[in-house]
């Protein structure tokens, strides 16, 4: 099979089952609605978000991109968890391909679901803020917030096929993400490590200020988290070509 044939059954996959494209849809909704129900609440009478104009424009990715890491879980995840893998590696027998379908699906759903939520949560604090895209920095802010997606998508997909198993990837990277680094930049001792870590280089490549005790810059820090995401697919992709399990 072809890597456009195989890339055709990962989206036939993709749009008839629910718990797949319920995710992104979810992401979309929970980052914009968020960030405009709490704009639309505190906006006119809390200004600090002008001081770092991002930290209004992505408060609501604090909660969506949980579902975007269970996209990326649930593209090769759910496959793992019903044993269909085996199914997938007889119709496309070079796991390289099959792994690259899934890829290319994950980076473009995430680029997707990127551009909509960003540029919806960008005119959901415009009026209120009064933001344009010739505030100093908030162009980069606004590729670094559309870049965080696709990247978180495929950075959980690389994790989730190297640990090939749907449960420990959803109990393991989506605690992570939603509280799990958060928690330990406020650990002394660990802040200075936890700061490295993938989701919280990428979120703040996303600022528009510097922050004090932060030891890189803000297009430093998207390449960190993209470096992470490309150790992860690399990661995934020995971890398919090893695989054992059944149906293999």
């Not at 649930?74 to 496959?79: A, C, K, P, R």
């Not at 005119?123 to 009064?130: I, M, P, Q, S």
């Not at 936890?194 to 528009?208: H, K, N, S, V």
Request: charged share 10%; net charge positive; aromatic share 8%.
């Amino acid at each position: 099979m072809s890597l456009g044939n195989a890339l055709r059954a990962e989206r036939i996959k993709f749009t008839t089952l629910p718990s797949q494209w319920a995710a992104p849809l979810t992401s979309v909704v929970v980052t914009v609605g968020v960030t405009a129900a709490v704009n639309a609440v505190y906006g006119a009478k809390d200004h600090t978000p002008g001081e770092d104009p991002a930290g209004g424009i992505y408060y609501g990715l604090l909660f969506g991109h949980v579902a975007l890491a269970c996209l990326g879980i649930l593209l090769i995840g759910q496959e793992f968890n019903t044993r269909m893998i085996g199914g997938s590696l007889t119709a496309v027998p070079r796991r390289d391909r099959l792994y690259g379908a899934k890829l290319a699906l994950g980076a473009g759903l995430g680029l997707l679901v990127g551009l909509v939520s960003t540029a919806g949560s960008f005119l959901a604090v415009r009026e209120t803020a009064g933001l344009d895209l010739s505030t100093p920095g908030l162009g980069r802010s606004f590729l670094a917030g559309v870049l965080y997606h696709p990247m978180m998508v495929l950075l959980c997909l690389g994790l989730t096929a190297m640990l090939g198993n749907f449960s420990a990837a959803l109990g393991l990277l989506t605690p992570m993400v939603f509280l799990g680094t958060t928690w330990l930049t406020a650990v002394p001792g660990v802040r200075e490590a936890a700061q490295f870590l993938p989701d919280r280089a990428g979120l703040y490549a996303m600022r528009t200020a510097t922050e004090p005790g932060v030891h890189y810059g803000h297009w430093t820090a998207l390449l960190i988290m993209a470096l992470w995401t490309t150790a992860a697919v690399y990661g995934g992709l020995r971890a398919m070509r090893r695989y054992e399990g059944p149906g293999a």
